[in-house]
T-cell receptor, first 115, second 111 residues
């Protein structure tokens, strides 16, 4: 079946601009996670959705970052007033819900470059 | 702060050897442990999960978990150049739905 998809694959934007990054999870996966990854580092947690609601947004670095998942499937990560420090690869992962299995399946990522 | 520690490497092994990758974690109340492989420029790919003490084997991969000592390891037998990648350890500490990732260990398998 289809895996997690993310669009765009690359995004270059100017400092101060607004960007939206999209994630389409594996069908039937109710849990969705956003991470960002910088070179030489592991994925850094941003936000976790269970269904339509943000169950944990403690990883969002500041109020310029926001994410939604209105119908419990596709999610959009929104970054306002981008800064050069926001440049990273943004990863989305989905996971089946329930039990003790938190296995995550990652999308290909969006490479964001803020100039 | 809950931490997951990995040696960044690189770990260099000859083709055909056993590669041993290690990971330690700080929270004793941890339930779920994962190894992901990440090729350069690609996203992480789940290769192993382990939930109870002991060994779990899947093909050339063996995950080993020791909760008393708070470490989890990954053994790759008969290493191939195609195994060259960064290996990320992830731990759901304290029963959280949010995994904590280590920074990864770079593995190089040379012919």
């Amino acid at each position: 079946g289809a895996g997690v998809s993310q669009t765009p694959s690359n995004k270059v934007t100017e400092k101060g601009k607004y960007v939206e990054l999209r994630c389409d999870p594996i069908s039937g996966h109710t849990a969705l996670y956003w991470y960002r990854q910088s070179l030489g580092q592991g994925p850094e947690f941003l936000i976790y959705f269970q269904g339509t609601g943000a169950a944990d947004d403690s990883g969002l670095p500041n109020d310029r970052f926001f994410a939604v998942r209105p119908e419990g499937s596709v999610s959009t990560l929104k970054i306002q007033r981008t800064e050069r420090g926001d440049s990273a690869v943004y990863l989305c992962a989905s996971s089946p819900s329930g039990g003790s299995s938190y296995e995550q399946y990652f999308g290909p990522g969006t490479r964001l470059t803020v100039t | 702060q809950k931490e997951v520690e990995q040696n960044s490497g690189p770990l260099s092994v000859p083709e055909g050897a056993i590669a041993s990758l290690n990971c330690t974690y700080s929270d004793r109340v941890s339930q779920s442990f994962f190894w992901y492989r990440q090729y350069s420029g690609k996203s992480p790919e789940l290769i192993m999960s382990i939930y109870s003490n002991g060994d779990k084997e899947d093909g050339r991969f063996t995950a080993q978990l020791n909760k008393a000592s708070q470490y989890v390891s990954l053994l790759i037998r008969d290493s191939q150049p195609s195994d060259s990648a960064t290996y990320l350890c992830a731990v759901n500490q304290g029963g959280s739905y949010i995994p904590t990732f280590g920074r990864g260990t770079s593995l190089i398998v040379h012919p």
